[in-house]
């Protein structure tokens, strides 16, 4: 059964850069058939798409986020990171990872991380 | 961008009962690009439905989806109680990928 799993830390400066890492495991990110992504949500309010990758390394981001997000994937560990940059209180919020067939329907998704942005 | 549009709100509705749930797109877009999230408290969303119209696997029958153009439908033909939660519609078409606010459907 396929299992996602969210780490990284739970709070973050502002301006500093925040940084996740997704774990897959009981499958394969190597596959053909699926890209891999990032979603967040607000407490208490609704999801935003950040971006997503396929294994080969091919990405595509939310414009909204684009200048400050990178997503990177390391096929040798079946882990997938995402890294937002320059974060405010506004990056306060759940972060999910999820895998996304036909490119962008998330099927499976982690737990989620909450990180809060504060000094 | 496409906007999607979620109304209502907030529906409250008894167990038993039919529960329907719009999403309103700001243009016209294909049913092939349309899915729906179920999220209960505490929990990741969980795919319901993708093309409009095509369950997810192990999503039960009671669960069905509907509509073209700007105006699609979630429908829960009779609620049960693991059914009250927040529904989202997304669109996947084009980039970048968006979400409808949700709407919660609480029990009455």
């Known amino acids: 059964q396929l299992q996602l799993q969210e780490s990284g830390p739970g709070l973050v400066k502002p301006s500093e850069t925040l940084s996740l890492t997704c774990t897959v495991s009981g499958g394969s990110i190597s596959s053909s058939s699926y890209y891999w992504g990032w979603i967040r949500q607000p407490p208490g309010k609704g999801l935003e798409w950040i971006g997503s990758i396929y294994y080969s390394g091919s990405t595509y981001y939310n414009p909204s986020l684009k200048n400050r997000v990178t997503i990177s994937v390391d096929t040798s560990k079946n882990q997938f990171s995402l890294k937002l940059s320059s974060v405010t209180a506004a990056d306060t919020t759940m972060y999910y990872c999820a895998r996304a067939h036909t490119g962008s329907i998330f099927d499976s998704w982690g737990q989620g991380t909450l990180v809060t942005v504060s000094s | ?108």
Not at chain 2, 78 to 87: G, I, M, N, Q, T
Request: aromatic share 10%.
């Open chain 2, 1 to 108: 961008e496409i906007v999607l549009t979620q109304s209502p709100g907030t529906l409250s509705l008894s167990p038993g009962e039919r529960a329907t749930l719009s999403c309103r797109a700001s243009q016209s877009v294909s049913s092939s690009y349309l899915a729906w999230y179920q999220q209960r408290p505490g929990q990741a969303p969980r795919l319901l439905n993708n093309a409009a119209s095509s369950r997810a696997t192990g999503i039960p029958d009671r669960f069905s989806g509907s509509g073209s153009g700007t105006d699609f439908t979630l429908t829960i033909s009779r609620l049960e109680p693991e059914d009250f939660a927040v529904y989202y519609c997304q669109y996947y078409g084009s980039s970048p990928i968006t979400f409808g606010q949700g709407t919660r459907l609480e029990i009455k």
